[in-house]
Nanobody, 123 residues
Framework: QVQLVESGGGLVQAGDSLRLSCAASGRAASTNTMGWFRQAPGKEREFIGSITWSTATYVADSVKGRFTISRDNAKRLVYLQMNNLESEDTAVYYC?????????????????WGQGTQVTVSS
């Protein structure tokens, strides 16, 4: 059974940076590709980016240039570095895992989800 636990969320001011972490446990193959999503109140869950085991990455245009994804396979950690945060970035951020070896962006490609961590950006 795969488990994902996000951490690092909090309340920050616009322009600040924040790094989220996602710790994975369980069957490694089920976490070959990892992704980050976010969901703001009243909105659908939005894809942010994903990273493969070999660290190929893809980041959505909406956050490209401000957000980056990385991973430490030995520690089974995935990171979301968020810079120059804006009030529109306020949301619950979710880590997700997909048992595939390529970049995936669809929500339904991910089979395991973390519980989410709240990020609030004050303007």
């Amino acid at each position: 059974q795969v488990q994902l636990v996000e951490s690092g969320g909090g309340l920050v001011q616009a322009g600040d940076s924040l790094r989220l972490s996602c710790a994975a446990s369980g069957r490694a193959a089920s976490t070959n590709t990892m992704g980050w999503f976010r969901q703001a109140p009243g909105k659908e869950r939005e894809f942010i980016g994903s990273i493969t085991w070999s660290t190929a990455t893809y980041v959505a245009d909406s956050v490209k240039g401000r957000f980056t994804i990385s991973r430490d396979n030995a520690k089974r950690l995935v990171y979301l570095q968020m810079n120059n945060l804006e009030s529109e970035d306020t949301a619950v951020y979710y880590c997700a895992a997909a048992p595939v070896v390529s970049i995936v962006t669809r929500l339904d490609s991910f089979t395991t989800w973390g519980q989410g961590t709240q990020v609030t950006v004050s303007s």
